[in-house]
């Protein structure tokens, strides 16, 4: 698989609690450079970001990131406010506390207040699979596939440890023809990407690959 044909699935990152303006801005350069699916950013610089591509290049960022224990009525706010920012693409991470309660149908319906208020603009749900056991992982297939999510995110790449070639392939095998697959934390080498993406991820969700060519 050609290099730009990788590059294309990259939601090109920086998530760093520290990161700063100038460090923002050459994320968004790179990634319209490199032709990148998008940048995917925190919140408070989503509305700087989005003047400063001009429509060249989908804005990302993060709802409930990285604990997701928000109330689902804080995650709806971020929503809201991301997209009225300029956000075409949401990437909200579950409360694992619901789901390790089995309150499968709290659990489904926050995602489903989210994909409403998305309305057409992607949406992302990231599952945090290092801290879940099979079994959760295939419940959540279905919830994130019956709640009309654009795609199952493996990871907040703040957590253990991010993307797992066994957990994309698991993911592939239980959720819906609706739902693609974004991989994300770890990733740090153009072999690993496209194994990733052999194996089912439409998206990947790395700084990494850009710097290796830069």
């Given at each position: 698989m050609e290099r730009q044909e990788i590059l294309k699935k990259v939601d090109h990152t920086l998530l760093a609690p520290t990161a700063t303006w100038e460090e923002i801005r050459t994320i968004l350069d790179d990634a319209m450079a490199y032709g990148a699916a998008s940048a995917c950013i925190p919140a408070s610089?989503?509305?700087?970001?989005?003047?400063?591509?001009?429509?060249?290049l989908p804005i990302c960022t993060v709802i409930g990131f990285p604990n997701g224990y928000s109330t689902t009525a804080a995650k709806l706010y971020e929503t809201k406010d991301a997209i009225a920012n300029g956000a075409s693409e949401i990437d909200m991470?579950?409360?694992l506390g619901f789901l390790k309660d089995k309150?499968?149908?709290?659990?489904?319906?926050e995602?489903?207040?989210?994909r409403a208020a998305c309305g057409s603009k992607?949406?992302?749900?990231?599952?945090?699979?290092?801290?879940?056991?099979?079994?959760?992982?295939?419940?959540?297939?279905?919830?994130?596939?019956?709640?009309?999510a654009d795609y199952i995110k493996t990871s907040t790449g703040f957590s253990a440890?991010?993307?797992?070639?066994?957990?994309?392939?698991?993911?592939?095998?239980?959720i819906g023809s609706n739902v693609k697959i974004k991989a994300a934390g770890g990733i740090a080498s153009f072999e690993d990407a496209e194994k990733f993406i052999r194996l089912g991820a439409s998206r990947l969700g790395t700084s990494r690959l850009i710097h290796l060519l830069k």
């Amino acid at each position: 698989m050609e290099r730009q044909e990788i590059l294309k699935k990259v939601d090109h990152t920086l998530l760093a609690p520290t990161a700063t303006w100038e460090e923002i801005r050459t994320i968004l350069d790179d990634a319209m450079a490199y032709g990148a699916a998008s940048a995917c950013i925190p919140a408070s610089y989503v509305s700087q970001a989005a003047g400063y591509v001009g429509g060249n290049l989908p804005i990302c960022t993060v709802i409930g990131f990285p604990n997701g224990y928000s109330t689902t009525a804080a995650k709806l706010y971020e929503t809201k406010d991301a997209i009225a920012n300029g956000a075409s693409e949401i990437d909200m991470v579950i409360n694992l506390g619901f789901l390790k309660d089995k309150k499968f149908q709290e659990t489904e319906q926050e995602i489903r207040q989210i994909r409403a208020a998305c309305g057409s603009k992607v949406l992302k749900v990231i599952i945090e699979t290092c801290l879940l056991t099979e079994e959760e992982k295939i419940k959540m297939c279905g919830i994130v596939t019956s709640a009309g999510a654009d795609y199952i995110k493996t990871s907040t790449g703040f957590s253990a440890s991010g993307a797992t070639f066994e957990d994309v392939a698991l993911m592939k095998a239980h959720i819906g023809s609706n739902v693609k697959i974004k991989a994300a934390g770890g990733i740090a080498s153009f072999e690993d990407a496209e194994k990733f993406i052999r194996l089912g991820a439409s998206r990947l969700g790395t700084s990494r690959l850009i710097h290796l060519l830069k």
